[in-house]
């Protein structure tokens, strides 16, 4: 079965989906700090700078190796190096170790998603070249350090349960807010303060930011939804929404994403919505999401 970042679970077929919500969503909150690095290694990343350098390098070759494909397979490659690297204790700065490591997740993650590729498309960037067996023996070894969870839930299993919370009936505009929540998720990745916030915080936050910045007037009953989710810890949601404007989120970025998914009429019609919202509610507070 084709792996969904969305649908982690193998047996998606045995669960009954309702009109909004699968009925599996518990499970994901029940099983996502299998999927998480330990947080003893998420203090040696906050106190180290060499090992978060040895991260960063990592996550460069990662990128370069998976270049060609969709930034989900980058995503879930990443995961998988953070999750070993938990497990086995950060290597020494030797490159060529790093990038067999990082060619490793790359390969792991394209098997999951059932790419056909050649490891040779991988190679010869920085004149390190691997052989197959060489690749297969440290994929062994991660599988066996990850104890075979491949299936890694995410952020991205939480957003379209959130999504249903806010009881948008607009398609377009549902789109659009997912696709901006999609866009910070990514970029919340690479930054270690995210490491410590379960999967399913950092999709309800990002919604949060990106509803932010979509739908001003609606950010407080957005808001509330999430908060009032009983999965949901608002004073973890807090921190990370607080860690992701430290990271340096910026709403413009979210009228380029209207921008490439709306028709000119469209945006239009959306920027008018966004006018009236401002003038309703044209401040809103950073506290507005802790006081719900």
């Given at each position: 079965?084709?792996?969904?970042?969305?649908?982690?679970?193998?047996?998606?077929?045995?669960?009954?989906?309702?009109?909004?919500?699968?009925?599996?969503?518990?499970?994901f909150f029940l099983a996502e700090s299998d999927h998480m690095p330990t947080e003893t290694y998420i203090k040696t990343l906050k106190a180290s700078?060499?090992?978060?350098?040895?991260?960063?390098?990592?996550?460069?070759?990662?990128?370069?190796?998976?270049?060609?494909?969709?930034?989900?397979?980058?995503?879930?490659?990443?995961?998988?190096?953070?999750?070993?690297?938990?497990?086995?204790?950060?290597?020494?700065?030797?490159?060529?170790?790093?990038?067999?490591?990082?060619?490793?997740?790359?390969?792991?993650?394209?098997?999951?998603?059932?790419?056909?590729?050649?490891?040779?498309?991988?190679?010869?960037?920085?004149?390190?070249?691997?052989?197959?067996?060489?690749?297969?023996?440290?994929?062994?070894?991660?599988?066996?350090?990850?104890?075979?969870?491949?299936?890694?839930?995410?952020?991205?299993?939480?957003?379209?349960?959130?999504?249903?919370?806010?009881?948008?009936?607009?398609?377009?505009?549902?789109?659009?807010?997912?696709?901006?929540?999609?866009?910070?998720?990514?970029?919340?990745?690479?930054?270690?303060?995210?490491?410590?916030?379960?999967?399913?915080?950092?999709?309800?936050?990002?919604?949060?930011?990106?509803?932010?910045?979509?739908?001003?007037?609606?950010?407080?009953?957005?808001?509330?939804?999430?908060?009032?989710?009983?999965?949901?810890?608002?004073?973890?949601?807090?921190?990370?929404?607080?860690?992701?404007?430290?990271?340096?989120?910026?709403?413009?970025?979210?009228?380029?994403?209207?921008?490439?998914?709306?028709?000119?009429?469209?945006?239009?019609?959306?920027?008018?919505?966004?006018?009236?919202?401002?003038?309703?509610?044209?401040?809103?507070?950073?506290?507005?999401?802790?006081?719900c």
């Open positions: 079965m084709e792996f969904d970042l969305e649908n982690p679970l193998t047996n998606f077929d045995d669960f009954h989906v309702s009109s909004t919500v699968p009925t599996f969503i518990p499970s700078d060499l090992a978060t350098s040895i991260r960063r390098e990592a996550i460069c070759s990662i990128s370069q190796f998976s270049c060609k494909f969709s930034p989900f397979l980058s995503y879930l490659a990443v995961n998988y190096l953070d999750r070993f690297l938990s497990s086995q204790g950060l290597p020494q700065p030797t490159t060529w170790v790093l990038r067999l490591v990082a060619i490793s997740c790359v390969s792991l993650a394209a098997k999951m998603n059932k790419l056909e590729f050649e490891l040779t498309n991988f190679q010869g960037d920085g004149g390190y070249m691997f052989e197959a067996q060489t690749i297969e023996r440290m994929e062994y070894v991660i599988l066996g350090a990850l104890k075979w969870r491949m299936r890694s839930i995410t952020p991205f299993s939480f957003i379209s349960f959130f999504i249903s919370l806010f009881k948008l009936k607009d398609p377009p505009l549902m789109g659009v807010l997912k696709a901006r929540a999609v866009e910070i998720i990514m970029e919340a990745q690479n930054d270690i303060k995210l490491l410590e916030f379960k999967p399913s915080i950092i999709a309800a936050t990002a919604l949060v930011c990106a509803s932010h910045e979509l739908f001003p007037s609606q950010f407080p009953s957005f808001r509330k939804a999430i908060s009032y989710c009983s999965y949901v810890n608002k004073e973890n949601m807090l921190n990370c929404y607080n860690s992701i404007i430290d990271m340096g989120w910026r709403s413009n970025k979210a009228e380029d994403m209207v921008s490439q998914q709306f028709s000119s009429s469209e945006r239009d019609m959306l920027k008018r919505r966004k006018t009236d919202d401002y003038g309703k509610n044209h401040t809103v507070h950073l506290s507005q999401v802790q006081h």
